[in-house]
């Protein structure tokens, strides 16, 4: 093709002038008289809205501000110019002892804030925990609670040899039937729980309700009646729609101080007695105990190690914490806290321990060393008594594993390809399931007849090997396996996929569901299931929304 003359170029430089002139007067009509071609409009993006509050009112506070210092030209200070010398000698000794009541007044809130700044360690009530909620808010939070109080509901274990088959059939049929039931979860209910990034979750046993626990990277809990009711709130536009409307009712406690990234809550258990009771650690080095009969959140253990898990057995009186040094603290909760002791098991930082819950001196770690570690907690407390030590080195501990004496202190361990992220025993206490950053999903079945038979698992190398996307990078809480706590159904566990999905998996390695929703533009990093209904998941993300999957017909 020829190029354009300067005559041709000027012409097309008109022929688009005039067009963008007429369009600007909103002359469509003559810009098609003129036979001037309309500009194509590219089609329309379609991106799914997420989930919007309602927009409340709120109350107006009162905020007390810390006086300031000002000179005489700032507070414009009039002088006589004809007062006396005595007139001139008091009002210097009043402007003097002004000052120090000034100064004093300043001193006394920069000391508050700087206290407000620092860890909580005493009790503090739900007023205090939801200090930005509303009466009315409050009062419906404590019939919530006490709602869940009026029976216990003790944690569950299942029998070690359950759902054990020797015939493939067998175990194709308990799959089968759980897909069906699976498969048909759907988003019921989506709400924005917690103000910042999800971190971990709990699901309350009541089997009559949907009352789910999200921690956040602030130190906040978030808990949602995701089936309750919907107060009817005026919004300031009044035009959301009801696809895009929170579902159910929820309230925001700050459980721990200050309300930074400090205080992230790296993991939350419900009390395995009742469930009356919630615990959560904290990158604060505080775990905390919030009574749902009293409404009291009580400290009940602080370390001066970054704690990233703890759990508990299902006889409640005890508890096992890890942290970022390396270690596992073992705290009797009938004992004094500083009566704890510390164990230095690895090098670099263990993000989760689980215990057995068929055989509870078998505790499972997850470490950053790239190894997965099967530890047996009779043999570690021999090197402690009630009298101390308390502290025990990683060099001790190594001197008893290698010894005779400490012979079957490790029952198994596993190398993996990079860090392991996670790894947790399976309700009967013989599967095990990790996630390390090597993407990958590892799965363990071992036999429970040999667990006291040897110092060590006969074979400790898992069998089956999952690939699934772990990166999660910067801005999305770290992916891990959970498995359903139901004692009553064949074991399988849940995981967020990087692709916005939740994938369900069975103790085999099948994959059973993989649930979507094209509302879902986030990825769904933290889940947890219903420890009592079969057909109930909760997740999360990383701006703080969090989805209730079940069947249709619950909505």
């Not at 459980?255 to 395995?272: L, R």
Request: charge should be positive; include cysteine.
């Amino acid at each position: 093709m020829s190029e354009l003359t300067a005559y041709e170029l000027e012409r097309e430089a008109n022929i688009a002038r005039n067009r963008a002139l007429l369009e600007e007067l909103d002359l469509k009509d003559a810009v098609t008289q003129l036979g001037i071609p309309p500009k194509s409009k590219p089609p329309p993006r379609t991106r799914a809205k997420p989930i919007q509050p309602a927009k409340k009112v709120k109350r107006e506070r009162e905020v007390v501000e810390a006086p300031r210092r000002q000179s005489a030209r700032l507070k414009k200070e009039v002088v006589d110019p004809n007062e006396t010398a005595a007139q001139k000698k008091q009002r210097e000794e009043e402007q003097k002892k002004r000052r120090q009541i000034e100064e004093q007044e300043r001193l006394e809130a920069e000391e508050k804030a700087r206290l407000a700044k620092r860890p909580r360690h005493q009790e503090l009530d739900l007023t205090t925990l939801g200090d930005k909620l509303e009466e009315s808010e409050l009062s419906s939070l404590r019939s919530s609670l006490q709602a869940v109080t009026n029976f216990p509901l003790p944690k569950r274990a299942a029998d070690a040899d359950a759902f054990v088959f020797h015939e493939d059939q067998k175990n194709e049929a308990e799959v089968t039937e759980l897909r069906n039931k699976l498969q048909k979860m759907r988003v019921v209910s989506r709400a924005k729980v917690t103000v910042d990034r999800v971190y971990s979750a709990a699901y309350h046993p009541e089997a009559t309700k949907d009352l789910v626990f999200f921690g956040d990277k602030h130190g906040q809990i978030g808990i949602w009646d995701a089936r309750a009711p919907v107060d009817e709130v005026e919004d300031e536009d009044g035009d959301i729609s009801a696809d895009h409307r929170e579902g159910g009712k929820h309230w925001r406690l700050q459980c721990h101080w200050p309300a930074s990234s400090i205080s992230s809550i790296s993991s939350i258990k419900f009390d395995p007695v009742d469930a009356h009771s919630l615990f959560t650690t904290s990158y604060d080095s505080t775990i905390r105990r919030l009574s749902f009969v009293s409404g009291i959140s009580q400290e009940i253990f602080s370390s001066e190690h970054l704690i990233t898990s703890m759990d508990l057995p299902v006889g409640g009186h005890e508890m096992w914490i890890s942290d970022a040094s390396g270690g596992l603290t073992h705290l009797d909760l009938r004992e004094p806290k500083d009566k704890a002791c510390w164990y230095g098991l690895s090098a670099a930082k263990i993000g989760t321990v689980s215990i057995n819950p068929t055989s509870p001196h078998f505790l499972l770690t997850a470490s950053n060393s790239r190894v997965l570690k099967v530890w047996d907690s009779r043999k570690l407390q021999k090197l402690s008594s009630a009298t101390g030590p308390y502290q025990l080195s990683q060099h001790t501990v190594e001197d008893l594993v290698c010894s005779k004496k400490g012979k079957g202190t490790v029952r198994g361990m596993f190398q993996h390809g990079k860090s392991v992220s996670s790894a947790y025993w399976d309700p009967r206490g013989r599967s095990i399931v990790s996630t390390s950053y090597d993407d990958s999903i590892r799965l363990w079945d071992l036999d429970v007849a040999k667990y006291n038979s040897s110092p060590a698992f006969p074979s400790f190398t898992p069998f089956r090997g999952i690939k699934h996307n772990c990166q999660t990078g910067k801005w999305v809480t770290i992916l891990r396996a959970v498995w359903n706590p139901n004692p009553d159904v064949f074991p399988h566990f849940t995981i967020g996929n990087m692709n916005y999905a939740l994938d369900i998996y069975s103790c085999k390695g099948h994959l059973i569901a993989r649930l979507k929703d094209s509302r879902l533009t986030a990825t769904q990093a933290v889940t947890c299931s219903h420890p009592n209904v079969v057909e109930r998941c909760a997740t999360g993300n990383a701006s703080g929304r969090c989805v209730l999957w079940a069947p249709p017909d619950v909505e």
